[in-house]
């Protein structure tokens, strides 16, 4: 992996801004006003990891099939943590992202222990929530909200719509992938701009050819 870090802010946009640095990027912390001239009126937080790396090949694509599924097993065998609670596991060029609900931050905070402590796992984005876990109506809602989210990515980027993976819960549109940055910035201002979005965060990695 590439030693160098870049950070997209649209500064003469955003504000205010934040940048919090996480170790092998920088995540960036934008609201985004909802008048604002570009058309990103629904997404009232972007952030965004950006490294640069290689390009994803297919060895790296079954090795983050086998993170996702080991962190995943480790995480459902605590019953104890997994009662009540929801954690989903999504790993894309060995970054993991967490999404769910959990009963307590004691409950975060091991489920993004047991991810980091997997060798291969670079960095872990925890999204877990404290909170009661999605009714059957809502997880329905994400379904459909990340299938629209899709079909919508997949029209505007045509062939380069694999390299984007969508993640969706509560509302929240999650995109990740290792992409150019003209990718990036089209699919983030689709999801954007699909209804019933409330927030696009973004954990691109920008290739190193580009």
């Known amino acids: 992996m590439g030693s160098t870090m870049k950070t997209a802010i649209r500064s003469s946009i955003v504000s205010p801004k934040l940048a919090v640095a996480v170790g092998i990027a920088v995540l960036s912390i934008a609201v985004l006003p909802a008048n604002s001239s570009i058309s990103y009126a629904q997404s009232a937080e972007v952030k965004s990891l950006n490294p640069v790396v290689e390009n994803r090949g297919v060895m790296q694509q079954l090795e983050d099939t086998s993170i996702t599924f080991r962190v995943n ?8 943590v997994m009662s009540k609670s929801e954690v989903n ?3 894309v060029n060995g970054i993991v992202l967490l999404t769910g609900a959990v009963k307590s931050a004691q409950d975060k905070h091991w489920c993004e222990q047991i991810a980091s402590s997997h060798p291969k796992v670079l960095k872990v984005i925890n999204e877990l929530k404290v909170r009661k876990q999605r009714s059957l109506l809502d997880i329905g809602r994400d379904k459909a909200l990340q299938a629209s989210v899709k079909i919508r990515i997949i029209n505007e980027l045509d062939a380069e719509s694999p390299t984007v993976h969508v993640v969706t819960y509560d509302k929240v549109v999650y995109l990740m992938g290792v992409v150019s940055k003209d990718v990036a910035d089209r699919a983030t201002k689709v999801a954007s701009n699909t209804k019933k979005v409330d927030r696009v965060i973004t954990i691109f990695q920008f290739k190193k050819d580009v």
């Open 89 to 91: 596991v999504t790993t």
């Open 73 to 80: 097993n480790l995480i459902s065998e605590n019953e104890q």
